[in-house]
């Protein structure tokens, strides 16, 4: 194996536990309930309880999911978990996708990061939609470039989370690097996933 292909592997792995600590630790409101947990979105509760639940215990799946998914070698091996996985997958995102749309619009962050969760939820679910659709009718060229770009969105509930400590650790001011993070969360992820589908990577061209 290549130094280069080492790497990526190396970070594949990194990306995957990523994923997996992320999604274990957005359940710890079932054992200390959402007031404690996550107090400082308590305040969704009176209003949007539902949508704030079937948000925080449905979208962690999605991105337990992605490392499955994205795997290679899983997929060749069991191509019919990569099919229920990815009906489950774009489900889930359907389900969760909606709900962070109404917290995104009934957020008391500001209006400029209920404007960066409320737009990432909507390209999320177009995004994933338009991979369904791909994958339903057998492109598969395009099915793998529109999961990379979804699973790059799924993927801002890593980088948010890797963010937010990071700016506490600076010394920021919460409301400002919080109504950052609602943006820098995502648009990079997209940006570095439309870099590597622009790249020389042949699996990224459709070969005539
Ligand atoms: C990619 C599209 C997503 C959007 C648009 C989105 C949007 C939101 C919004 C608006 C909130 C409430 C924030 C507030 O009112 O200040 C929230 C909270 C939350 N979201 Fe998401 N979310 C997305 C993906 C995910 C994913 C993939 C996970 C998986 C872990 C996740 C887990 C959570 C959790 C656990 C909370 C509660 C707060 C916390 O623990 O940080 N979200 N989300």
């Known amino acids: 194996m290549s130094k280069g292909s080492r790497s990526v592997t190396v970070l ?113 679910l177009i995004v994933t939609g338009l991979g369904f659709w791909t994958g339903w009718k057998r492109d598969l060229l395009l099915h793998r470039r529109w999961m990379i770009r979804s699973a790059a969105l799924t993927f801002a509930a890593v980088t948010l989370r890797i963010y937010l400590p990071l700016s506490m650790v600076f010394g920021l001011p919460f409301d400002p690097a919080y109504t950052a993070i609602a943006w820098l969360s995502w648009v990079p992820n997209l940006i570095a996933a439309e870099i590597y589908l622009r790249s020389g990577n042949r699996m990224n061209q459709r070969v005539t």
């Open 12 to 124: 594949a792995w990194m990306a995957a536990i990523l994923c997996i600590l992320v999604a274990l630790v957005s359940y710890r409101f079932l054992l200390l309930g959402v007031p404690t947990s996550m107090e400082f979105l308590a305040y969704h509760l009176p209003g949007n309880r539902w949508f704030l639940h079937a948000h925080i215990a449905v979208a962690p799946l999605t991105l337990a999911l992605l490392p499955v998914q994205l795997s290679s070698r899983l997929r060749k091996r069991y191509p019919r978990l990569h099919r229920w996985g990815g009906r489950i997958y774009v489900l889930l995102i359907m389900l969760s996708g909606v709900a962070a749309l109404q917290l995104a619009t009934t957020t008391q962050s500001g209006p400029v990061a209920a404007a960066g969760f409320a737009l990432l939820g909507v390209i999320w």
